[in-house]
Nanobody, 116 residues
Framework: RVHLAESGGGSVQAGGSLRLSCEAS????????MGWFRQAPGKRREGVASIDGDGTTSYANSVKGRFTISRDNPKNTLYLQMNSLKPEDTAMYYC??????????WGQGTLVTVSS
């Protein structure tokens, strides 16, 4: 079973940057897809970015050009570099991993707060 632990959240002013990390333990196949999701208060959870085993990435339109997802397979770690942060990026951020047909392991989340 894969266990995921996010870190790197915090409070930042608009225009600032944060780097989230997600460390995986357990049996994580390098072919697995991994992704970042977020949920703001009163809103539904949404996908932010994903990366497959070949390194192919995809992004939500709202973060394209500002966020970069990457993974370090030997370290079993997923990253999300977030630049030019906006107040609307404020949310709990979760990482997930699993078969690309359905991510089935989730972390507990890390809170990102962006003030104007």
């Amino acid at each position: 079973r894969v266990h995921l632990a996010e870190s790197g959240g915090g409070s930042v002013q608009a225009g600032g940057s944060l780097r989230l990390s997600c460390e995986a333990s357990g049996h994580l196949y390098s072919s697995y897809c991994m992704g970042w999701f977020r949920q703001a208060p009163g809103k539904r959870r949404e996908g932010v970015a994903s990366i497959d085993g070949d390194g192919t990435t995809s992004y939500a339109n709202s973060v394209k050009g500002r966020f970069t997802i990457s993974r370090d397979n030997p370290k079993n770690t997923l990253y999300l570099q977030m630049n030019s942060l906006k107040p609307e990026d404020t949310a709990m951020y979760y990482c997930a991993a699993g078969p690309c047909s359905g991510l089935d392991a989730w972390g507990q989340g890390t809170l990102v707060t962006v003030s104007s």
